[in-house]
Nanobody, 121 residues
Framework: QVQLVESGGGLVQPGGSLRLSCAASGSSFSINAMGWYRQAPGKQRELVAI???????TYADSVKGRFTISRDNAKNTVYLEMNKMKPEDTAVYYC???????????????WGQGTQVTVSS
């Protein structure tokens, strides 16, 4: 079984920065794409950014130029650096990983527990 554990959320003022981390733990697995999603109150969960195992990235238009996704494959960890933050970035942020079991050779998506990010003065 694989677990994703997130950290780094909190309260930040408009224009400020936060860094989220998400580490995958378990045994006998390989990670393909990893990403971050967010869900604001009353809204659907939306993609923020994804990064493939090879390092290719995709961003939502609303965060381009402000957020940066990266990963450390040796640590099975994905990061989200958030800069120039806006009140509309307020949401619960969820980590997602596409993981292949090396015992059953099946793939599935795993989700973290979510971390609250609030942008407010």
């Amino acid at each position: 079984q694989v677990q994703l554990v997130e950290s780094g959320g909190g309260l930040v003022q408009p224009g400020g920065s936060l860094r989220l981390s998400c580490a995958a733990s378990g045994s006998s697995f390989s990670i393909n794409a990893m990403g971050w999603y967010r869900q604001a109150p009353g809204k659907q969960r939306e993609l923020v950014a994804i990064i493939t195992s090879g390092g290719s990235t995709t961003y939502a238009d609303s965060v381009k130029g402000r957020f940066t996704i990266s990963r450390d494959n040796a640590k099975n960890t994905v990061y989200l650096e958030m800069n120039k933050m806006k009140p509309e970035d307020t949401a619960v942020y969820y980590c997602n990983a596409q993981i292949v079991s090396l015992t059953t050779w099946t793939a599935r998506a795993y989700w973290g527990q979510g971390t609250q990010v609030t942008v407010s003065s």
